[in-house]
């Protein structure tokens, strides 16, 4: 059984790619520390270390023998990283740098990063590529492009094989509603179990690309068995459509209210030709059959 290396392996989208690695017989060691992830997300099958990216040398020992890391911890709140740039640099940054040199002195084959759609800021035309101009609007869209430039440094000077996945609005079962990154469709969730009105910020035209969990997971797996990818490559992973936060609230709840505007890209839609070229990927959940299952999910 090849070892493999889940960092955020306690947290919404690491969790569940942890399960599909332990369904598929790899052995799997989830590094956490715990501050968003639950050890009750684990799967019982995955060895859990409860350790911190920030330090360095307890994740070289940890990182021995294995053939592949998954590279899903940080810290992904928009607004705390505005409100805290140092801290949540510290994370992203030099966390995934260590996490980084873990794979390179174990000799890792392939490390698969956790990017995000954040890096792009707004753009004027729709779809998104990834050959479009990088314009971060928050520090965190910056941390997570340090750290594809970091991915391809890496596999340029060291031959580490690394891949970096661009993340649009991820949703699905587990995601916390308390602020995380692209977390509107678990807020919205969260205000229905309480029969609250759905809190919209600005007018709610504003358009995002929703990307199911499942199709997150399978893309993840991709990035690990191509042989297309491994030189930092950077590719991204959304639904390739767009809806709207007012579309997304009229398939969860009825009542809403609607709150002044925030600092977030208008509209995002990913280009998704590089993921089938690349990685043979394409989204499989239609958002509303997604929703339906997280409605289920959660009982309401």
């Known amino acids: 059984m090849e070892k493999i290396i889940v960092t955020g392996g306690a947290g919404f989208i690491g969790s569940h790619i942890v399960d599909a690695l332990v369904e598929k017989g790899y052995k799997v060691h989830v590094v956490d520390n715990l501050s968003a992830g639950k050890k009750e997300n684990v799967n019982s099958k995955a060895i859990l270390h409860i350790v ?14 294995a053939k592949y890391v998954f590279h899903e911890a940080a810290f992904p709140q928009v607004q705390y990283s505005i409100e805290n740039p140092i801290e949540t640099n510290d994370i992203n940054v030099n966390g995934t740098l260590n996490v980084l040199e873990a794979s390179r002195v174990n000799n890792v084959k392939r490390v698969i990063f956790a990017s995000s759609s954040a890096i792009y800021g707004d753009q004027e035309t729709l779809p998104i ?12 869209g910056a941390h997570k492009y340090i750290g594809e430039v970091y991915m391809k440094l890496y596999a340029q000077i060291y031959g580490l ?3 970096s996945l661009r993340y649009f609005n991820v949703y699905g079962p587990r995601q916390s509603a308390n602020g995380a990154y692209a977390s509107v469709i678990p807020k919205f969730i969260e205000f229905r179990k309480k029969n609250e009105s759905l809190i919209i910020t600005g007018d709610g ?12 997971v ?12 491994g030189k930092g490559e950077v590719i991204n992973i959304g639904a390739g459509d767009q809806y709207s936060v007012n579309y997304i609230a009229s398939l969860i709840g009825e009542q809403v209210e609607y709150v002044p505007p925030r600092i977030e890209p208008r509209n995002t839609q990913a280009g998704i030709l590089k993921a089938k070229k690349f ?8 958002l509303e059959e997604g929703i339906k299952e997280l409605k289920e999910y959660n009982n309401i």
């Open 279 to 286: 990685l043979n990927w394409e989204p499989c959940v239609i």
């Open 129 to 140: 590529t990834e050959d479009m101009q990088i314009n971060p609007l928050s520090p965190y």
């Open 205 to 216: 035209e504003q358009t995002r690309d929703f990307v199911n969990v499942k199709d997150i």
């Open 52 to 65: 911190d990216i920030r330090e360095k040398e307890k994740l070289i020992p940890i990182f021995k023998d």
């Open 161 to 163: 094989e690394t891949v």
């Open 218 to 229: 399978m893309a993840n797996i991709s990035a690990m068995k191509s042989n297309k990818v």
